[in-house]
């Protein structure tokens, strides 16, 4: 009962902070029309945290449930990402074919159904084709939040409304293991799954009476299906935005490699409880926030492209030291330190990155959103089923493949401010 309480202190911490935001914009929404927009974008983001985080500390239970080792319920963690990366592809040119509205809520329907099912599987097989429908669900919802934001603002005033969306979804990623810690204590690790159907049923509630009545009226694209091709083919053509995807693919494998195998890391490694396991995974979060908060003041004296470069070198520094530690046997204090800076600095990367991604596509903005998408999920997701499937799974492989990626990433931003330029300089 009280490793119960104790959970249920975090979460009620972490919801109190919640309330706290929603009030704060409840009282100020006839001011502050982007904290109204990023609070609702933020919530609608947070269901992709929520669907891979929560069900971490449940790992060890759906192993033994459905009669399979630890590594191979990651293949449900892959299998979503992966998913949710491809179906991208799609619902970002219906996203601007048919409007944000119908393809969000499409897939926080299909989500929900897909969340249900989970919840009901049995075996392995079935749990990997559930979580198969929920990415379809979530990648139709992660494809419209970036979209939704280019029809809004650009430029410097998307990196600033994309870092406070990140803000407030910061949330969710700290709550979810602590939640579906309380879900373990209270049942089992299917009423996670419930929860989280529970949740999109909310947000399609919330986005109907809230979000799209104040969102600018928006004429959906009439390029036929055969022309949405040709559209990729503008996005991938153009260098400058290609940089910044693959920054955005490199950063995002090296942040889910550490969250497919975090569950092993603390809790088989290191032999951590549920609860350490979460509040350790929160401070991740905490990092994130916290940079987030100090990215917003230095786009008044810097670029966000010039904060990009600066960030993810800060990054693969880190990373540099995770396996100086993890080689020499440091503590786990250390170890866990170089892996929240490292993770942290997606909080400042993420915002940064994607304002540039999507500056040059104003008219195309759902499908060069769902390119992203389709990139950094569908690669990362590749790389961590490599990851969970291969034979010998260590602590320092671990950390070797996480530098591996964030070192692609800084090659790529040397050369992101002098791209950029240029390519504003040609009108490109």
């Not at 509205?101 to 926080?108: D, H, N």
């Not at 960030?311 to 330190?337: D, N």
Request: aromatic share 8%; proline share 4%.
């Amino acid at each position: 009962m009280d490793h119960a309480r104790g959970i249920s202190e975090n979460t009620h911490g972490l919801m109190k902070y919640a309330t706290v935001l929603l009030g704060f914009y409840l009282s100020r929404r006839s001011l502050l029309s982007h904290l109204h927009l990023a609070i609702l974008l933020g919530m609608t983001v947070a269901l992709g945290p929520l669907a891979l985080d929560a069900y971490l500390p449940a790992f060890p239970d759906i192993a033994d449930g459905l009669g399979v080792d630890h590594g191979h319920v990651g293949l449900t963690l892959s299998a979503y990402v992966t998913t949710l990366g491809l179906a991208q592809l799609v619902g970002g040119p219906l996203s601007d074919r048919y409007g944000r509205k119908p393809v969000l809520f499409g897939g926080l329907l299909i989500f929900m159904a897909g969340a249900v099912m989970v919840s009901l599987a049995d075996t392995l097989s079935d749990m990997v084709f559930w979580r198969i429908a929920q990415g379809i669900g979530g990648a139709f919802c992660a494809v419209s939040v970036p979209a939704i934001v280019r029809d809004e603002v650009s430029g410097q005033d998307a990196a600033r409304l994309f870092g406070l969306i990140g803000l407030i979804m910061f949330i969710a990623p700290a709550a979810a293991p602590s939640l579906g810690s309380l879900m373990l204590a209270l049942g089992e690790w299917h009423w996670i799954f419930l929860m989280l159907a529970g949740y999109a049923a909310f947000l399609v509630l919330t986005l109907q009476l809230a979000l799209f009545p104040r969102l600018q009226p928006r004429t959906p694209t009439t390029t036929p299906i055969r022309s949405l091709v040709t559209n990729y083919l503008l996005v991938l053509k153009h260098k400058t935005t290609m940089r910044f995807i693959g920054i955005q693919v490199l950063c995002f494998s090296t942040m889910l490699l550490f969250i497919t195998h975090s569950s092993f890391i603390y809790q088989e490694w290191y032999g951590l409880s549920n609860s350490t396991f979460a509040l350790l995974f929160a401070a991740n979060i905490a990092f994130m926030a916290a940079l987030n908060l100090t990215n917003r003041p230095l786009l008044r004296r810097f670029s966000s492209v010039q904060l990009v470069r600066a960030q993810v070198i800060a990054q693969c520094l880190a990373l540099v030291a995770l396996v100086a530690s993890v080689q020499f046997q440091g503590p786990l204090w250390l170890v866990a330190g170089c892996i929240i800076v490292a993770i942290g600095c997606q909080g400042g990367i993420v915002p940064n990155n994607m304002a540039n991604a999507m500056e040059f596509f104003p008219n195309l903005s759902g499908t060069a959103a769902a390119l992203l998408g389709a990139s950094q999920f569908t690669i990362a997701g590749a790389v961590s089923t490599l990851s969970s499937v291969s034979g010998d799974q260590t602590l320092l492989s671990i950390a070797v493949s996480m530098l591996a990626c964030s070192s692609g990433a800084v090659l790529l931003a040397l050369g992101a401010p002098r791209a950029v330029a240029l390519a504003k300089e040609s009108g490109l």
